[in-house]
């Protein structure tokens, strides 16, 4: 017996161009990544790196869809990692070595990830210790580093703030030598998370209190992600300020910066479709072909609320919601996997696309095939309007998980 495959996007659909307002083309869940939007995020972060005078690097964690590598080519030299996989990734795929930083690196890998990248930064001072020998063996030109923790970060959720009391996250001032190691060329510094320039001033000021004093011994310095400066309303401006006074204070300095959202922010939408809907005490859930919970993590572990296209947010009492109001439902077994209340205007109907906006950051990386659900697929729309088929994925993904 055979069973038939969850229907392809037609392959004529390559020469057809996408309506980017409402997808009808679409009938099946999809990332759609549009270039031009993308491009338009590049543009901004190079030219904040050239007026600048720093290095801005793409952090795998947010944003890893490697088949789109070329165009960041065009833009950046480097990206971030954070495991043997990424910075594999960065060396095979993106054609340079990696920026590394771990909470701890082990004996098994070490080594594989010193030969693929350029920079390796230890969480603490006793991974240096056990792991520096077996590093500078695999890669002598490896440039060492220390995660710093400036005990500031504006971050508010807990489960984001790398500098939350008894953070896992880097050595504070108080327990640092003063004399470091004769190769440690670097700090690194990440406390930010979707955040403003204004927030990276008042970090910088706390970074300078308590690390100024090891300064004179480094050679560069990595101020992290969670520089939103691609979001609407940023004021790049005084980060471009911040950042070349900064080089004026310590001139001889590299600055580094990786942002992950910054990159893929509002660049695309994740097109789904309405498969049913139901109503229990006065609350109608339009269950949609997608998961919550396996395709868009961060809405129930942030959570991060999403715009939905042509929808309005509704809060309050579900007994006096205006007509059309939905709760959006995932098709998982998951109980907690549904997302808000949404005013739209109109009866919902079976097979409606539902389009979530801004959902190529922190999506595609953090999946699951929890319960087995059918994987969304992953597009590019060309700045021509045509759609090119990054990935589709099939019962084989799902079961050579389980190997």
């Known amino acids: ?42 543009s901004l972060i190079s030219r904040v790196a050239d007026e600048a005078g720093v290095e801005i690097i793409l952090a795998f964690k947010a944003y890893a869809l490697w088949k789109t590598f070329p165009i960041f080519r065009e833009y950046i030299r480097s990206t971030t990692a954070s495991s043997l996989f990424e910075a594999r990734l960065a060396f095979e795929e993106f054609g340079s070595p990696a920026h590394t930083y771990s909470p701890a690196y082990t004996d098994t890998e070490i080594a594989d990830i010193a030969r693929m990248s350029s920079h390796l930064t230890f969480n603490s001072l006793s991974q240096y210790q056990r792991h520096r020998e077996a590093a500078r063996k695999a890669n002598p030109a490896l440039s060492f580093g220390i995660r710093i923790n400036p005990e500031y970060s504006e971050v508010e959720t807990e489960l984001y703030n790398p500098c939350a009391p008894g953070t896992r996250f880097g050595v504070s001032a108080d327990k640092m030598p003063a004399t470091l ?17 204004d927030v990276f001033q008042r970090s910088l000021a706390h970074i ?16 992290g992600g969670g520089h939103l400066m691609t979001r609407r ?7 471009i300020r911040l950042l070349k006074d900064f080089r004026v204070r310590y001139p001889w300095l590299k600055v580094i910066l990786e942002p992950g959202s910054a990159f893929a922010w509002q660049t695309g939408p994740f097109v789904a479709q309405v498969v049913d809907i139901v109503e229990d005490k006065n609350i109608r859930t339009a269950i949609v072909n997608v998961s919550f919970t396996c395709h868009m993590p961060d809405c129930l572990e ?102």
């Open 1 to 42: 017996m055979t069973i038939d495959e969850p229907p392809e996007i037609p392959k004529n659909l390559l020469s057809v161009k996408i309506d980017t307002e409402t997808f009808e083309q679409i009938h099946q869940p999809v990332y759609l990544l549009e270039e031009k939007l993308l491009r338009r995020n590049l």
């Open 181 to 197: 190691p004769a190769d440690i060329e670097g700090f690194h510094c990440h406390c930010h998370c979707e955040s403003g320039a």
């Open 208 to 223: 300078e209190e308590k690390f100024a004093p090891w300064f004179s011994q480094l050679k560069w310095i990595n101020f």
């Open 233 to 239: 309303g940023y004021d790049v401006p005084l980060l």
């Open 302 to 403: 942030m959570p991060y609320m999403p715009t939905v296209r042509r929808a309005e947010e509704i809060v309050g009492n579900p007994n006096d919601f205006p007509p059309f109001t939905y709760r959006l439902g995932g098709n998982s077994c998951l109980s907690g996997d549904y997302m808000g209340y949404w005013r739209f205007g109109h009866e919902l109907a079976i097979g409606e696309n539902i389009i979530f906006e801004d959902m190529l950051h922190y999506t595609t990386v953090k999946t699951t095939m929890f319960n087995g659900i059918g994987h969304p697929s992953i597009a590019l729309v060309h700045c021509d309007g045509e759609l090119e088929m990054l990935r589709q994925y099939t019962y084989e993904d799902y079961r050579d998980r389980m190997d």
